[in-house]
């Protein structure tokens, strides 16, 4: 059984950082594309990064490079979400996902296993 388990999120003020976990089991990390994904009220859920299987390749969406960094350390099967200069318009649930594929995506398609979530809130 395929498990995401997300930490790291909570209250910062604007311009604060965050660096958010993911810590996988239940499938072979190191052949696994990953991603972050999030979604604040109103709104659907957006790509955030996505890392390649050996975090050689990755890819952002545009509001957020410069400011967030994704990582992955596959010897402890966690990727990461290194958050700086944070913003109001941040504030969301950011989920971890697991793609079945070695290559980065920005669809949201394009990942078969998701985690619960971990909520950021940037207050301005």
């Known amino acids: 059984q395929v498990q995401l388990v997300e930490s790291g999120g909570g209250l910062v003020q604007a311009g604060g950082s965050l660096r958010l976990s993911c810590a996988a089991s239940?499938?072979?990390?190191?052949?696994?594309?990953m991603g972050w994904f999030r979604h604040a009220p109103g709104n659907e859920r957006e790509f955030v990064a996505s890392?390649?299987?050996?975090?050689?390749?990755?890819l952002y969406a545009h509001f957020v490079k410069g400011r967030f960094t994704i990582s992955r350390d596959n010897a402890k099967n966690t990727v990461y979400l290194q958050m700086i200069r944070l913003k109001p318009e941040d504030t969301a649930v950011y989920y971890c996902?697991?793609?079945?594929?070695?290559?980065?995506?920005?669809?949201?398609?394009?990942?078969?296993?998701w985690g619960q979530g971990t909520q950021v809130t940037v207050s301005s």
């Open positions: 239940g499938l072979t990390f190191g052949n696994t594309a």
């Open positions: 890392i390649s299987w050996s975090g050689g390749s990755t």
């Open positions: 996902a697991a793609r079945i594929g070695i290559a980065t995506s920005g669809s949201t398609g394009g990942y078969k296993y």
